[in-house]
């Protein structure tokens, strides 16, 4: 181990080693708190879906049938 250190360049090649661990340690923490994230987004989303199912006014449904026809009418259009 000593004879590594002593040989010309071994300093270079122990910062790299070092700095690669310390970005490896960053990029672990970072992705755990991805993982946070996600789990607070999946539980959003169910929020938000069970609201919308629930709460939904009549005025929100027509708008959403005649947009969905207005839609499927302007692909037809394209189509032709």
């Not at 991805?34 to 919308?52: F, T, Y």
């Not at 005649?66 to 692909?75: A, F, Q, V």
Request: no cysteine; proline share 4%; hydrophobic share 30%.
């Amino acid at each position: 181990m000593q004879r590594l250190s002593d040989a010309p360049g071994a300093d270079r090649v122990l910062n790299a080693l070092n700095a690669t661990r310390d970005r490896v340690d960053d990029l672990q923490r970072r992705v755990r708190g991805l993982e946070d994230l996600e789990k607070r987004l999946a539980a959003l989303e169910k929020k938000v879906d069970k609201l919308s199912k629930s709460e939904l006014p009549p005025t929100s449904h027509s708008r959403k049938s005649t947009t969905t026809t207005k839609s499927s009418g302007g692909s037809q259009a394209k189509k032709s």
